[in-house]
């Protein structure tokens, strides 16, 4: 059996973005934004929202049970502060809060408090996965 683990990452993420598109929709104000404070400019990409909510998903999946915080860590970047040294800093909360809410009503992530709290992905989001993998692989 194929599993997100046995695929290139890069390729599901494009075919589970294709297929997002059809299950959640991106809110108005999302083509407008920075994807964090380390950007100087919003996405150029069309489609950039379901990329991110397919990659989401996928951190998700691996990683589950996983909260914001530890997922603005992990999307986040080094900021250029001109001749001083670089920082790190965090992606926005508020772009994966609303796609992490986005992929609960589509009941492909649930809400998790206890032993840990954060979101893990449901039977049928494990279940897009490894199809979307399985078409992958072929």
């Known amino acids: 059996m194929v599993t997100v683990r046995d695929v290139d990452q890069a390729a599901l993420v494009k075919r589970a973005a294709q297929d997002l598109k059809k299950r959640i929709n991106m ?16 996405p150029e990409q069309a489609d950039w929202w379901y990329l991110r909510a397919a990659s989401i998903m996928r951190n998700v999946y691996l990683n589950g049970p996983v909260g914001v915080e530890r997922l603005r860590t992990v999307y986040g970047g080094k900021k250029s502060l001109g001749h001083q040294p670089t920082h790190f800093r965090k992606a926005s909360g508020k772009i994966i809060r609303a796609i992490l809410q986005d992929l609960e009503r589509a009941k492909l992530v649930e809400s998790v408090t206890k032993p840990s709290r954060g979101r893990k992905v449901t039977r049928e989001g494990q279940r897009f996965l490894d199809n979307m993998s399985r078409e992958v692989k072929v």
């Open 27 to 42: 809110p108005d104000w999302a083509k407008f934004v920075k994807t964090g404070v380390q950007k100087e400019r919003p």
